[in-house]
Every structure is written in structure tokens, then in C-alpha cells.
């Protein structure tokens, strides 16, 4: 597989699962967009290995995906500079664990911002180019929390339903040009979003550190292990390919059996 001359924007993508899905992009030919948060000298480590080692043009846009007018800049500034949008990976997210008559309203809002409106604003701003072009893939980035649920985590699942439901409509608006849209579903990932969430589901359930990995974490994969960036990667890899075109509207799982039963 070649993405010689695409152009890919991820987001959420200066670590964890986005870095890895940018890295695999550009090892296959993609120029790529990077964004997120994080050490500014770690990410311009991150940006210029990426260009040098693959020799691609990749640039970096410090885009808050909780502000629309920064994500259509974000989308605008890509397009003006690599010429194109071909490919887009909605990536982007937050967590916060709390009970429900706990959870605080600000972290309602910033993770159905983040995790949910994120991608509807990088789809309105890319779709156009996608159509005029007829080519395209939008591949958002969801989880097992699409399709099942988890106590103390109601903005999460909240918005990662209604990705997978957004995904539904704009691969059918979609279907004659083109463009693909698909969903993949991961289950626990060993990156720092899961990480970060483990002192919260700690305190919420008064567990161990080794009793959330365990207990909570993996106790719903049947294969008692952490899925892998590279493997998520991989599959946006698939899913961008020429041998992908027919699959459309899908969300795909990658959870170790997690929603099998």
C-alpha cells in the first residue's frame, strides 16, 4: 500500500494512539498534520523525526478541539499548505471518571466538545475538498464505549455513542463520492489517556492501582491484554487503503472480545 501524495490531518495525535496512526501514515508515503497538546520541544521532536525519517512534509497545528474556529483554521491551514485534505483521523479525546450526581458540568461540556463536536467541525470544514476530488477517507476514532457501557463515565460514552452515529450518517451523505467513513471501536489501549484515568477510577471505586489494571481495565477484554497503538494504527492503515473502499459506515472493534459477549 502506497499514500504517496494524500494528505492526512490527525488529530490528538503528539501521543498515544494519534502519534502512532500519523507515524503509520507517513511511513506509507502521507504527508501528515499533527495536533494536540503537550511539551512544545517534545513536539517538534515528534514533527521533525516524522518528516526526516519518511520523508514527508509534516507540520504541526496547536488547534483546540474544543473551539471550532481553530479546528476550521486548523482543517483551511492544511489545505492551503499541502494542497489537500485526502485523509482524516478524529482522534482527538479527554476522559473524567466521576459519578454521575458528581460529575461536574464543565467536564460535560469539554468532553462532548472534545470527543463528539471535534468531529462533526473537522468533517464540515474537510468534506468539501473530499467531494470535489472524489476520493477520501474520515476515519473517527471511537471505543468500546460506542457500544457498551461503564459506570462513572457519562460524557464518555455519551459522546462516543453519538460519534458512532454521526459516523452512520456521513458515510451514507458520502457513498457516491468517494469517501469513506468508518469508526474503530478500541478497548483499553495502554496510552496516557487510560493511564490518567486510573488515580479517578481509584478514588470512585477504592481500589488499588493493580486492581484497576486488572479488575476494571482488563477484566472486560477476554484476552487479559492491553491493544496496542501499532495494532490501532494498522487497521486506520486498512481502512485508508484502496482495498478498503467498499467498507463504509462500519464500526469496527478492536477490543480483545470485549463486546463479543
Not at 504527508?31 to 514533527?47: H, M, S, Y
Not at 519518511?54 to 489545505?79: H, L, N, R
Request: hydrophobic share 50%; with cysteine.
Amino acid at each position: 500500500m502506497s499514500l504517496a501524495k494524500r494528505n492526512a490531518v490527525v488529530t490528538g495525535s503528539t501521543s498515544g494512539i494519534g502519534l502512532a496512526c500519523a507515524r503509520a501514515l507517513a511511513k506509507e508515503g502521507a504527508n501528515v498534520v499533527i495536533n494536540g497538546f503537550g511539551d512544545p520541544a517534545g513536539i517538534e521532536k515528534e514533527r521533525a523525526g516524522i518528516a526526516e525519517e519518511f520523508g514527508v512534509t509534516a507540520i504541526y497545528d496547536a488547534a483546540d478541539m474544543s473551539q471550532p474556529d481553530e479546528i476550521a483554521a486548523m482543517i483551511a491551514k492544511a489545505e492551503a499548505t499541502l494542497g489537500s485534505v485526502d485523509i482524516l483521523v478524529n482522534n482527538a479525546g479527554v476522559q473524567f471518571v466521576s459519578p454521575i450526581e458528581e460529575f461536574p458540568i464543565e467536564k460535560w461540556n469539554q468532553i462532548l466538545a472534545i470527543n463528539l463536536s471535534a468531529s462533526f467541525h473537522t468533517i464540515r470544514a474537510a468534506t468539501p475538498g473530499m467531494k470535489a476530488r472524489r476520493w477520501g477517507r474520515i476515519v473517527n476514532m471511537a471505543s468500546a464505549h460506542s457500544l457498551v457501557a461503564s459506570p462513572f463515565k457519562a460524557a464518555y460514552v455519551a459522546a462516543k455513542h453519538g460519534l458512532a452515529g454521526l459516523n452512520k450518517v456521513v458515510a451514507l451523505e458520502l457513498a457516491t463520492f468517494g469517501v469513506t467513513a468508518n469508526c474503530i471501536s478500541p478497548g483499553y489501549v495502554w496510552t496516557p489517556l487510560v493511564e490518567r484515568q486510573i488515580p479517578d477510577t481509584m478514588k470512585a471505586r477504592n481500589l488499588t492501582r493493580d486492581q484497576v489494571i486488572n479488575d476494571v481495565l482488563l477484566q472486560a477484554q477476554p484476552t487479559k491484554e492491553f491493544v496496542t497503538v501499532e495494532q490501532v494504527a494498522a487497521l486506520v492503515l486498512f481502512l485508508c487503503s484502496d482495498s478498503a473502499a467498499q467498507i463504509t459506515g462500519s464500526n469496527i472493534s478492536i477490543d480483545g472480545g470485549w463486546t463479543a459477549a
